[in-house]
């Protein structure tokens, strides 16, 4: 039984949330530009790519490529690609920081330490994410309320104050499935045969790194497979998190992590301190 036989289950609202997605998006689209969405090529991103192309906004699409991977998500890459006739910008890792730090942390380095795991991230994600958001005003992503309690008090639109390079850099979130359940996605992409991962046929419902994902049990939170060895509270990779907010939800993010040495300061993008 696929993901589409066993999620795909509209809520009653779901043309109104439809509505209010679109509508999200053109005005994203006519206020914060220049815009583009990270993808991460899972369920989630796959529906808000299709919505840019629906809306016709001027949006770009950029994928983290950390270099670890599964084939069945870089898969994605081509078929949006031959879809929807536009290109995915691939945003690598710097490849002597991730050989350095395999060779002297090792391959399963995320493993041994919650500090080795979030300083993996920051290599891989972080510092190709700085690159992927420079000179943009905001940026979409396919965040719901619904994937964890980390994300309970996701905003349609979050306003983000970060330091970068010394000077303070406004940008906009743009979370436009901030209030769809997962049934709502499944749905959606059902309706309009949109391609998705395979993996989500074999209980991937989040994925990402294949060291740091792995399928679920039946009953197990959405994100459950995500860093399993860690606590709850820890698992967050540091894109997605986000300070105390304002009345304007404008976050002020702050370092994540005690910095491994020889790995410090590898992003000027700072994430918010995760307490195991």
């Known amino acids: 039984m696929g993901a589409i036989s066993l999620y ?7 043309a109104q949330k439809l509505a209010a997605s679109k509508q999200l998006l053109q005005t994203a689209g006519a206020s914060h530009s220049p815009l583009t969405q990270a993808s991460s090529l899972g369920a989630e991103d796959m529906v808000v790519t299709h919505l840019i192309a629906e809306t016709g906004i001027d949006a770009s699409v950029f994928v ?32 002597d920081i991730a050989a350095d730090f ?27 994410l700085e690159r992927a958001l420079a000179g943009k005003k905001g940026w ?24 970068i390079d010394g000077q303070t850099v406004l940008r906009s979130k743009i979370n436009p499935l901030a209030a769809w359940t997962l049934g709502d996605v499944w749905h959606f992409i059902a309706l309009h045969k949109i391609p998705y991962n395979t993996l989500h046929d074999e209980f991937f419902p ?8 792995r399928a679920v049990t039946l009953g197990e939170d959405f994100r459950s497979g995500r860093w399993w060895w860690e606590q709850e509270s820890a698992k967050e990779c540091g894109l997605h998190v986000a300070g ?29 301190e995760i307490v195991p």
């Open 8 to 14: 795909a289950k509209a809520s009653g609202d779901f």
């Open 64 to 95: 983290l490529d950390t270099g670890m991977l599964h084939p069945q998500t870089l898969a994605l890459v081509g078929k949006i690609e031959a879809r929807y006739g536009r290109t995915v910008d691939l945003y690598q890792p710097d490849a």
């Open 102 to 128: 395999v060779t002297e942390y090792g391959a399963d380095a995320m493993y041994k330490s919650l500090a080795l795991r979030k300083a993996c991230c920051d290599f891989r994600k972080m510092m190709p």
């Open 140 to 163: 979409i992503t396919g965040l719901r309320r619904e994937q964890s309690n980390a994300r309970a008090d996701v905003h349609d639109i979050e306003q983000q104050s970060l330091q």
């Open 206 to 213: 989040s994925i990402g790194c294949a060291p740091c994902t």
């Open 244 to 272: 105390e907010a304002s009345f304007a939800h404008a976050a002020e993010e702050v370092p994540a992590f005690e910095p491994v040495p020889r790995f410090s300061a590898i992003s000027s993008i700072p994430i918010k």
